[in-house]
């Protein structure tokens, strides 16, 4: 039997049973698995700790920091090197040889790596859309990344766990090869669902786009770059329509077919929730 991989998986949970198992299967290669709940009512507990996962509870307050940085910080890793893995993805076999490799190495050339992502979605996976290459910074020595706190005032709406977030890494990054798979949009239903909760995120960091004009130095400078042009597109007319000429037609979105169009029409409506939450907010405040 092969020796695991002496690196640790951050797996951020809450009502995770149906997708937990792949997921953690996925990542079996590994020496250590910490999954954080957030006080799950279905068997995800139960069914990470028959795996061999360490459970560990997570209480959120509605402050800072939310579970991932708790967790970076709080739980006692076994291994200087962490992957941050959502239940939802998988990890595949090529990339499983080459995080085993880093791992093993000792000396790498760099704290951190990126990791591509691929998205599951209507039965099929998206190959354009500017959903891919979707790259993350993932893997990287826990002490050096942490990820970057939301400059707008209070709760973000989007719930205990970073979401929109990245990481700030204290060193450059690299790019790895092997990629990651991602279930999130089992259907439409739930995509939906979850867009509706990340519009809160976007409206209010819209509102608080005075904030964001400062970029955060340790943010990779294509990152920072697309915030800027995120923060430029805030204000210009007709956003929905515009969002889906750039993924369907720009990005080539029409080349995946009828899952492209389903896909660029459901990233306008998700342009048009943000838009109009944001101007409620700016009704209501004070």
Not at 124 to 146: D, I, Q, T
């Amino acid at each position: 039997m092969a020796r695991p991989a002496p690196l640790s998986v951050l797996i951020p949970v809450k009502n995770e049973a149906a997708n937990l198992p792949a997921c953690l299967a996925s990542c079996a290669f590994c020496d250590e698995v910490v999954v954080v709940d957030s006080a799950s009512t279905d068997a995800t507990a139960a069914l990470a700790a028959q795996a061999g996962a360490t459970v560990v509870q997570f209480h959120w307050e509605g402050r800072f920091p939310k579970k991932k940085n708790w967790a970076l910080a709080n739980v006692p890793w076994r291994n200087e090197w962490v992957f941050i893995l959502d239940a939802d993805e998988r990890i595949t076999p090529a990339l499983a040889a080459e995080l085993t490799a880093l791992a093993e190495a000792g000396n790498t050339p760099f704290p951190g790596y990126y990791v591509n992502r691929r998205f599951w979605f209507l039965d099929g996976w998206l190959k354009h859309c500017g959903y891919y290459p979707s790259w993350n910074l993932r893997f990287f020595r826990h002490r050096l990344g942490r990820y970057e706190k939301a400059p707008a005032a209070g709760d973000t709406g989007s719930g205990d766990n970073e979401v929109h977030e990245h990481v700030e890494l204290q060193g450059p990054a690299g790019y790895l090869h092997g990629e990651m798979e991602h279930y999130a949009f089992p259907d439409i239903s739930t995509w939906v669902e979850k867009h509706n909760r990340y519009s809160n995120w976007e409206a209010r960091m819209q509102v608080a786009a005075a904030g964001l004009k400062a970029t955060r130095p340790a943010l990779e400078a294509g990152l920072a770059r697309k915030r800027r042009l995120r923060r430029l597109a805030w204000a210009l007319p007709f956003r929905p329509a515009l969002r889906f000429f750039y993924h369907y037609v720009w990005r080539a979105g029409f080349l995946d077919g009828y899952r492209g169009y389903v896909f660029c029409r459901l990233m306008a409506q998700y342009e048009f929730l943000s838009m109009a939450k944001a101007a409620e907010i700016r009704r209501h405040r004070p």
